[in-house]
């Protein structure tokens, strides 16, 4: 687990790019703010996390599986990564700002996604 990255990951930058191509300009992993976001518009008061499936437990997802071995303890894990999310985004929305969540395999379709993220953030 040492090798999993907090942030730059794949998604990450595949999000990252799209928005900049598309005009948008940003700020990174805001630690001021609950859930340390991984996308961050402050003029617009909206913040985009950027989610491993397997991590963060996408529902109905093949990459959210859990290991054969150790149940207990990868469910337990799970569980609290889950509800620290959900702690974030709840804090985010009581201060004001609006949450996307983009799941790690849905930046596998780039076209997709980018009109997702145009219809959270609206004209660049």
């Not at 859930?35 to 991590?55: E, L, N």
């Not at 054969?68 to 569980?79: I, L, N």
Request: some cysteine.
């Amino acid at each position: 687990m040492r090798r999993i990255r907090g942030r730059d990951s794949g998604p990450e930058l595949v999000v990252r790019r799209l928005l900049h191509k598309s005009g948008y300009r940003y700020r990174l992993h805001r630690n001021d703010l609950p859930g340390r976001p991984d996308i961050v518009f402050p003029s617009r008061r909206k913040v985009i996390f950027v989610h491993g499936c397997f991590w963060h437990r996408h529902r109905g997802c093949k990459y959210a599986y859990t290991p054969k071995s150790r149940t207990q303890f990868w469910e337990d894990k799970f569980a609290q990564n889950v509800k620290r999310d959900a702690r974030a985004e709840a804090d985010l929305r009581d201060r004001g700002w609006e949450t996307m969540t983009v799941w790690e395999c849905e930046t596998r379709d780039a076209s997709l996604l980018l009109i997702r993220l145009v219809n959270f953030l609206g004209d660049a």
